[in-house]
Antibody, heavy 121, light 107 residues
Framework: EVQLVESGGDMVQRGGSLRLSCAAS????????MTWVRQAPGKGLEWVSY????????YYTDSVKGRFTISRDNAKNSLYLQINSLRDEDTAVYYC??????????????WGQGTLVTASS | DIQMTQSPSSLSASVGDRVTITCRAS??????LNWYQQKPGKAPNLLIY???SLQSGVPSRFSGSGSGTDFTLTISSLQPEDFATYYC?????????FGQGTKVEIK
């Protein structure tokens, strides 16, 4: 059974940092590209970042460029999102999701349960 | 960035109704259009990928169509478990933007 389990969400002061993790199981993690998607309270879904299966290709939405870093450890079946310089608008539930059926252009076929990041004053 | 616009933003329907949700892209995305269902407090669930392919395990009352810039999600006979919010997403180019969502409510 495919499972994605996020962790690391917390309430952090504005300007602070935290690292989100996503533990994958039930599939060959190293063969799949991965994505982070976030959802602010009561709002819609926002695509945040993408990483290729080998970790060599990474993309970010403009609002997080220079502040967020996506990475992965295929030996540990884990995906990460390093968040620096946290802003109020980063407050959201962060989901990790697996890409399938065509790698970069494929859909997100499995999602984790999400982890909540809250920027506080 | 490619903008994805869904309509309507919300709708009220009865069990058994046929429901159609549209999604328009600000430029051509070929057929790289996906549909997700999200229930409150839960992660999204993939329904349709590449505009018209039904994800494994998804009931056949869900269908998708379209190409280029205009796409449609249809629920042929609405069931009680279908009351949720639906999102389209383009996976053609970065950032792989979502529509704003369509909330399907009980009439």
């Amino acid at each position: 059974e495919v499972q994605l389990v996020e962790s690391g969400g917390d309430m952090v002061q504005r300007g602070g940092s935290l690292r989100l993790s996503c533990a994958a199981s039930g599939f060959a993690f190293s063969s799949y590209s991965m994505t982070w998607v976030r959802q602010a309270p009561g709002k819609g879904l926002e695509w945040v970042s993408y990483i290729s299966s080998g970790g060599t290709t990474r993309y970010y939405t403009d609002s997080v460029k220079g502040r967020f870093t996506i990475s992965r450890d295929n030996a540990k079946n884990s995906l990460y999102l390093q968040i620096n310089s946290l802003r109020d608008e980063d407050t959201a539930v962060y989901y990790c999701a697996r890409k399938n059926y065509g790698d970069y252009v494929g859909p997100l076929d499995y999602w984790g349960q999400g982890t909540l990041v809250t920027a506080s004053s | 960035d490619i903008q994805m616009t869904q309509s309507p933003s919300s709708l009220s329907a009865s069990v058994g109704d046929r429901v159609t949700i549209t999604c328009r892209a600000s430029q051509s995305i070929n057929n790289y259009l996906n549909w997700y269902q999200q229930k409150p407090g839960k992660a999204p669930n993939l329904l349709i990928y590449t505009a018209s392919s039904l994800q494994s395990g998804v009931p056949s009352r869900f269908s998708g169509s379209g190409s280029g810039t205009d796409f449609t999600l249809t629920i042929s006979s609405l069931q009680p478990e279908d009351f949720a919010t639906y999102y389209c997403q383009q996976s053609y180019s970065t950032p792989q933007t979502f529509g704003q969502g369509t909330k399907v409510e009980i009439k």
